[in-house]
């Protein structure tokens, strides 16, 4: 296995994976992002960064892990192939693998080429508990996101609620996982790291509130099964560069990346 921490590549080249590139190289880690792949009509010009436009090219360039920050579109288009080639990639946009089409096809890719594929935990956490307690049997879990009424703009919030004048917490969406992958897209990744986690898109119960007192973006986790319950709620600060991204989720793929060239995981 190609373990050269200074040949890291990543699929997209925005704000969170300027962010990656940016606090690897303050850290003093030694890991270093090295190449992007984007679309042929995006411009990157970043020194020390070497640009491909094709998936072929940058498996020929010999990237030891790649890093898709990019969008669902780039897990079903790009990561396939890298997994085919052997090559191991973390996944940002884990609201794709709510497709479980791709989700199949990720996974034989991955045993064709001897790869591995594992996810970013996100702007969510408790999701090794998740993963724990699903083990003895988990009987409910239920995810609730908060946002500022400002953050549901472009949603289907803005046809039944008038998120401008809104005066106290509301609830935009209640159901499940799944049903909130494909009506809130942007909320995707949060909800499908839970119902991964745990007991899946159909049972994961999902509530979307708008709040105009809230101060951030809240995520809480409910659950009960055999082991017991708990309660898990993140309140997370934007990006600085880029308010739309939980700055925690920019933090769990460099997490993931340091735990990838670990050799005693801890």
């Not at 003093?28 to 970043?46: K, R």
């Not at 892990?65 to 669902?72: G, K, R, T």
């Not at 999701?127 to 703009?153: M, N």
């Amino acid at each position: 296995m190609n373990n050269d921490i200074k040949k890291v590549a990543v699929i997209g080249f925005g704000a969170m994976a300027r962010s990656l590139e940016h606090s690897l190289r303050a850290s003093g880690s030694g890991i270093e992002v090295s190449a992007t792949l984007v679309p042929h009509d995006l411009t990157v010009d970043h020194d020390g960064v070497e640009v491909f436009h094709d998936v072929a090219a940058l498996i020929e360039w010999g990237p030891s892990v790649v890093v898709e920050c990019a969008s669902h579109q780039a897990v079903k288009t790009s990561v396939p192939s890298l997994l085919r080639a052997g090559i191991d990639v973390i996944v940002v946009s884990i609201g794709s693998l709510g497709d479980t089409e791709l989700l199949f096809s990720l996974e034989k890719a991955a045993e064709e080429g001897g790869s591995r594929l594992t996810v970013a935990s996100g702007a969510i956490g408790g999701l090794d508990v998740l993963r724990s307690a699903k083990i003895a049997g988990l009987e409910s879990v239920v995810y609730t996101g908060t946002k500022p009424p400002a953050a549901w703009r472009g949603t289907p919030a803005e046809g039944s609620v008038d998120l401008a004048s809104l005066q106290e917490r509301t609830i935009i969406f209640e159901g499940n996982a799944a049903e909130a992958s494909l009506q809130y897209p942007k909320n995707a990744n949060v909800t499908a790291a839970v119902a991964l986690a745990g007991i899946g898109f159909a049972d994961t119960r999902v509530t979307l509130v708008a709040d105009p007192h809230a101060g951030g973006n809240t995520h809480k986790v409910n659950a009960a099964g055999a082991f017991g319950k708990f309660e898990i709620s993140l309140e997370n600060k934007p990006l600085p560069d880029n308010p739309k991204t939980s700055w925690l989720a920019a933090l769990s793929v460099e997490q993931a990346l340091h735990r990838h060239f670990q050799r005693i995981e801890l």
